[in-house]
């Protein structure tokens, strides 16, 4: 029997506190009136921007638990892939892809690496090259800048890039026009904009809102949650990508009201509602 609603698969890690990763994404994906299917990569107690963190590496278990997927014969809408700790768990990802993908699955890949023109210590060149292959199966993929310079082998000159040179980015990124780029994190002037390839209409947009000048991490797992769910219910990319940043831009104007750790990520909870229509 068809699927009553949509359902998507999510690869990413699980940290129990530190608003991140699937914690984040079950929420909005599931606000947004879609079934998300949680494939952990890592379980930890909160995310590691916090001085002290729990963390077990899911890497092992990964193929058992997928299997138990292979004998349901479940099958989703759209697969999406962030934080992956080795290189052994590109070869996972790419097997899960191969093996679920349908013509109807959109694949996403947060190609979660890199930040303020710093690699992570975590990642390896094996990973970068890994991550290169990976995007190369993506429909759509949401680099920051420093990740888009790293992918396409620019130089990083920090956040405050040219639309030109987002626009060349987005070009050496799209594998020839057959994935979509959402680069984030661009700033401009009073603004922060993401600027976008979509290959659906073959056509360059940005999307910008007011900047709040305080940076939480896991926001970047909030916005493409947003842009997954939006997607499956049948919005255009550049739809999917406005609703994403005013939810972040909601959201980021009313946590700064407050003098919380900026660890403890967006508060997101009370603009959950604005996502459903
Ligand atoms: O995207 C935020 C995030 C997700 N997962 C882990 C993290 C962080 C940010 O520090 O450490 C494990």
């Known amino acids: ?18 608003r991140c990763s699937l914690s984040v994404s079950l929420p909005i994906i599931s606000a ?26 899911f890497t092992d278990k990964m193929q058992s638990y997928i299997k138990e997927w292979q004998k349901l014969e479940l099958d989703f809408d759209l697969i999406s892939t962030g934080f992956l700790g080795c290189s052994e768990q590109f070869d996972i990802v790419k097997s899960f892809i191969n093996d679920f993908k349908q013509s109807k699955t959109i694949i996403v890949v947060d190609p979660v690496m890199a930040d303020n023109g710093k690699i992570y210590s975590t990642y390896t060149d094996e990973m970068c090259s890994k991550m290169k292959d990976l995007i190369s199966v993506a429909d759509v993929i949401t680099p920051n800048i420093t990740e888009a310079c790293i992918l396409s082998g620019e130089k990083y000159d920090g956040e405050e890039i040219s639309f030109e040179k987002a626009k060349s980015l987005c070009q050496k990124l799209n594998n020839n026009k057959k994935t979509s780029v959402v680069i984030t994190g661009i ?6 904009c993401s600027f976008v390839y979509d290959k659906y209409s073959d056509s360059f947009f940005k999307v910008c809102t ?18 997954c769910a939006s997607l ?8 999917a990508v406005s609703l994403a940043s005013k939810f972040i831009y909601d959201a980021a104007s009313y946590s700064i009201n407050f003098d919380t750790d900026i660890n403890d990520g967006l508060i997101y909870e009370p ?3 604005t996502l459903i229509n």
């Open 210 to 227: 007011p900047r709040v000048k305080k940076a939480y991490p896991g926001t970047g797992d909030l916005f493409t949650s947003v842009i």
């Open 232 to 239: 499956l219910n049948q919005s255009e990319l550049k739809e």
């Open 271 to 273: 603009f959950l509602k």
């Open 187 to 192: 700033i401009n002037s009073e603004d922060i």
């Open 32 to 57: 947004m009136g879609i079934q998300c299917c949680t494939v952990p990569t890592a379980i930890l107690s909160n995310h590691t921007g916090y001085s002290s963190y729990f963390f077990e590496s």
């Open 1 to 18: 029997m068809a699927n009553p609603i949509k359902r998507c698969a999510i690869i990413n890690d699980f940290s129990g506190f530190g």
